[in-house]
């Protein structure tokens, strides 16, 4: 299926029948396999596996190193998550329906860089349900050395929300949201049967801030994995990728404006500047007052008297010579003293 | 932009006015205000452009249809997830500070209080957690022998350790090197009196040896004393000779040709050579005894005082 390259939005039915007569086969030749050997393990699930709840993880172009690698993180921490190719940003949006369907997938998380700066995150219940853009900030992936924890690949994670979540609407809408997309199917066959991570979202300061922790103790001693990132909650939307609006975040300033902002206060700043410097070059060059003359004030000045002019004729006296001053010596100063 | 007036206005006139002003960017014209108050729209007294606040969606009740309609409702052990505020933080308290957990959130300026908050936020969780999951059978720790595949590979971690390590040494090498430094001004001021109190024995020492000389006191006190502590180390009555091994000429010879070995470096002011004072002769230095003292030498060179006087004679 994924060797030809295919077109997106086509062969959609087709494929998606073909795979669950797959699967079942599959299902019913291992088990009949449990039954005559013993080497085969029958699959974990056996039936279990009711939630069947997939992710799709993919990207847009122009992404750079540290979105790639936080889709990487995303995927290895979601072992219910599939990957696809990067789309061309020449498509729709609503072409990302299309793709998930063909990959047999309910939930969606769609990177979107722009500018190769700006990181959007989609997640989305892909047929009909509901979708959230959020801009992503402060990434930090699962390789940064100070993210020292460890799990078990595929292992399920406990979540964890703020009290916060309960109070908005729109906060419990994407309360259900992540559980669905974040939590791990119980008896999915990729997943580990114990829970030894925990992911946390928290609301503060307008955002949601993502964290994941291993659990080392039962006494809930805890130590970060990592990856970590913050969501800035941009619109939802009632259906997938478009449909009405149902919520705006009265507090998201897109970063191009932010980015705008400071450029503007900078601008403002040097222009400050320049016109305090035309101010004082006017200033100095200004035509100055000439004040005007105060006849009155010439009352009360009185000439000096007049002195008479010293005319030397003749030179003055020659002064006593300073240089071969004759100076006596210690011992006949001491001598002289004596006298 | 809409022009806004000092009196009231009803909803409707602002949209107009709203539609109005969007046709255009600039200001409105004359004739389009002539026009507004024919209409009556604009009122006297001062009228004020002002910025048309955005209306944002919020559509509370489609958010709740949409939740409804989305929602599954899943046993909590499909789910796993837990809403609960953060656990207590007893250094907090402890320490008296104020938190500000109570604005709905933690602020997200100060990091380190921020990063607490998540941590404890997490905690609370496990720890409500942990019952839970007992009930329901689902271990969080794994058996030891359970090997599988982990989200970080082994060499990951082993680079993780040694930066950890790395630093470790760091710390403790800064920590060293400081206490070093503390140490050292320390024995700085300890050698500096050590110098001192030395300097002071010479100086005694000389001055006694001086004294004895010119004759000014008989006593042989500061020889005793150097003796006395000599006896003591030594225990027991020994000859001179032998006390002082080789002779200062022989050693000096020794030291000078003998041995082999590196012979620069060799003058230092160490502590021994500075308290050495066997180089001091006085005999020499004060050109005393001269008939024992160099029997073959008869003439004798004057000083130089006395062969001034005898230039200034002659």
Redesign the interface.
């Known amino acids: 299926m994924a060797a030809f390259k295919r077109k997106r939005g086509a062969h959609a039915t087709a494929e998606k029948t073909a795979k669950k007569v797959k699967f079942v086969v599959d299902d019913g030749n291992t088990e009949q396999d449990a039954v005559h050997e013993i080497v085969v393990p029958a699959p974990v699930s056996m039936g279990k596996w009711t939630?069947k709840e997939r992710v799709l993880i993919f990207s847009s172009r122009g992404i750079n190193f540290r979105t790639r690698h936080l889709m990487q993180d995303l995927r290895?921490?979601m072992p219910h998550s599939k990957a696809d190719t990067k789309m061309d940003r020449k498509d729709k949006l609503f072409v990302v329906n299309e793709v998930c369907e063909i990959k047999n997938c309910n939930k969606c998380i769609f990177f979107e860089a722009k500018k190769k700066q700006d990181l959007y995150m989609w997640i989305s219940?892909c047929p009909h349900?509901?979708s959230a853009k959020f801009l992503v900030q402060n990434i930090h992936t699962?390789?940064e050395?100070k993210m020292?924890g460890?799990?078990?690949?595929?292992s399920?994670?406990?979540?964890?929300?703020?009290?916060?979540?309960?109070k908005e609407?729109?906060y419990?809408?994407l309360?259900?949201?992540f559980?669905?997309t974040f939590?791990t199917?119980?008896y999915h066959p990729k997943s580990?049967?114990?829970?030894?991570h925990?992911f946390?979202f928290?609301?503060?300061?307008n955002?949601i801030?993502f964290?994941n922790?291993q659990?080392i103790e039962?006494d809930?001693s805890?130590v970060e994995?990592g990856p970590r990132f913050v969501l800035n909650l941009i619109?939802?939307f009632?259906g997938s990728f478009g449909g009405?609006?149902?919520?705006?975040?009265?507090g998201f300033q897109s970063p191009n404006l932010h980015r705008r902002q400071l450029r503007l206060a900078a601008a403002a700043k040097v222009r400050e500047k320049q016109t305090l410097k035309e101010m004082q070059k006017e200033k100095r060059t200004a035509a100055k007052e000439d004040l005007e003359k105060d006849v009155t004030a010439d009352v009360f000045l009185t000439p000096a008297e007049e002195k008479p002019a010293l005319i030397q004729t003749e030179p003055p006296e020659p002064q006593a010579g300073k240089k071969h001053k004759f100076k006596p010596s210690k011992r006949q100063r001491q001598q002289m003293a004596r006298r | 932009m809409v022009i806004a007036l000092k009196t009231m206005e009803s909803a409707e006139e602002e949209s107009l006015l709203g539609l109005e002003s969007e046709e255009e960017d600039s200001e409105l014209s004359d004739g389009e205000l002539q026009e507004a108050f024919t209409k009556g729209l604009l009122k006297p007294g001062m009228n004020v452009l002002v910025e048309k606040t955005k209306k944002l969606v919020n559509n509370v009740e489609g958010l709740k249809q949409c939740l409804a309609d989305f929602r599954r409702d899943l046993s909590w052990v499909e789910r796993l997830d837990l809403t609960c505020l953060p656990a207590k933080d007893a250094l907090s308290q402890v320490e008296g500070k104020v938190p500000t957990e109570t604005n709905g959130g933690p602020d997200a300026e100060d990091d380190f209080q921020r990063e607490m908050f998540f941590y404890r936020q997490a905690q609370a969780t496990v720890l409500e957690a942990l019952p839970l999951m007992k009930m329901h059978d689902i271990n969080t720790r794994r058996p030891d022998d359970y090997f599988a595949e982990m989200a970080k590979s082994d060499q990951h971690m082993q680079k993780i350790r040694q930066k950890l390590t790395t630093k470790q040494m760091i710390l403790e090498k800064s920590e060293k090197a400081k206490k070093l430094r503390e140490q050292r001004k320390f024995g700085k001021k300890v050698q500096i009196e050590v110098i001192q109190k030395r300097q002071k024995e010479k100086k005694a020492m000389m001055t006694a040896v001086k004294k004895y000389q010119k004759g000014m006191s008989d006593k042989l006190d500061f020889l005793e004393g150097d003796q006395k502590k000599g006896k003591d180390s030594s225990g027991g009555p020994s000859k001179a000779l032998n006390k002082k091994g080789p002779s200062a000429k022989r050693k000096y010879k020794d030291q000078k040709f003998g041995f082999g070995g590196k012979k620069s470096g060799k003058k230092w002011n160490t502590k021994e050579s500075y308290n050495d004072v066997s180089g001091f002769k006085a005999r020499v230095a004060h050109a005393k005894g001269g008939k024992k003292g160099k029997k073959g030498k008869q003439n004798k060179r004057p000083g130089k005082s006395v062969r001034k006087k005898m230039k200034g004679r002659s």
Request: net charge neutral; glycine share 2%.
């Open positions: 939630n290895t921490m219940n349900g509901p699962l390789a050395l020292t460890n799990c078990l690949k595929g399920r994670p406990l979540l964890s929300f703020d009290p916060t979540f309960d609407p729109h419990a809408l309360k259900e949201l559980i669905q939590s199917p119980r580990q049967p114990f829970v030894d925990v946390t928290t609301i503060a300061d955002r801030w964290r922790y659990i039962e809930a805890l994995i619109k939802i009632q009405p609006t149902l919520y705006e975040n009265p």
